[in-house]
T-cell receptor, first 115, second 116 residues
Framework: KQEVTQIPAALSVPEGENLVLNCSFT??????LQWFRQDPGKGLTSLLL?????REQTSGRLNASLDKSSGRSTLYIAASQPGDSATYLC??????????????FGTGTLLAVQP | DGGITQSPKYLFRKEGQNVTLSCEQN?????MYWYRQDPGQGLRLIYY???????QKGDIAEGYSVSREKKESFPLTVTSAQKNPTAFYLC???????????????FGAGSRLTVL
């Protein structure tokens, strides 16, 4: 059974720091991995999607990497800002189990960027 | 603007009552999903629908029911059989079910259900 783990559960950094969020998964048979952002009491916003054949994706100050063989992904945030404060979730899509779009989510990392 | 609308944002229910959460999308997406989010846990899939008049159970379907009579709408009913219904409920949709960009999910803002 696929399990997705995110460490740390919470992180507080001063503004301007570069930071790395970690996501690990137990089964490497995935189609893709997504990183989402969730603001308090709100829905999820997709940040980056990495296909299983890709090693990384970039969007602005965000860079996500994927090492499928070791079951790990990292989300790198450059020059963090207070507006980056949110919960960041990763999710993997299984490559088996029928024609479903089933995403397995991690529990998230709560990020606080202090001004 | 295209998007997903969930209502109500907050809902209070007495034990033993059924409640229905609304989810409407104007993205012309074929697939729609309901997830439940609890503190300290990842999102868990309740039900999903790939096409009108068809839906399948997710991982935690017991105590819930859905319908998909229109492409735009996928309401979720939390029945009295759901033993621990207090949670944050998220609706999502995607263009399709295939590999690649078509399966990127768009989420609504969520509905918070509290059982009194």
């Amino acid at each position: 059974k696929q399990e997705v783990t995110q460490i740390p559960a919470a992180l507080s950094v001063p503004e301007g720091e570069n930071l790395v969020l970690n996501c690990s998964f137990t089964d490497s048979a995935i189609y893709n991995l997504q990183w989402f952002r969730q603001d308090p009491g709100k829905g999820l916003t997709s940040l980056l999607l990495i296909q299983s054949s890709q090693r990384e994706q970039t969007s602005g100050r965000l860079n996500a990497s994927l090492d499928k063989s070791s079951g790990r992904s990292t989300l790198y945030i450059a020059a963090s800002q207070p507006g980056d404060s949110a919960t960041y979730l990763c999710a993997v899509r299984q490559s088996y189990g029928g024609a479903t779009n089933k995403l397995i989510f991690g529990t998230g990392t709560l990020l606080a960027v202090q001004p | 603007d295209g998007g997903i609308t969930q209502s109500p944002k907050y809902l209070f229910r007495k034990e033993g009552q059924n409640v229905t959460l609304s989810c409407e999308q104007n993205l012309n997406h074929d697939a729609m999903y309901w997830y439940r989010q609890d503190p300290g846990q990842g999102l868990r899939l309740i039900y999903y629908s790939q096409i009108v008049n068809d839906f399948q159970k997710g991982d935690i379907a017991e105590g819930y029911s859905v319908s998909r009579e229109k492409k735009e709408s996928f309401p979720l009913t939390v029945t009295s059989a759901q033993k621990n219904p207090t949670a944050f409920y998220l609706c999502a949709s995607s263009k399709g079910q295939g590999v690649g960009g078509a399966n990127v999910l768009t989420f609504g803002a969520g509905s918070r259900l509290t059982v009194l």
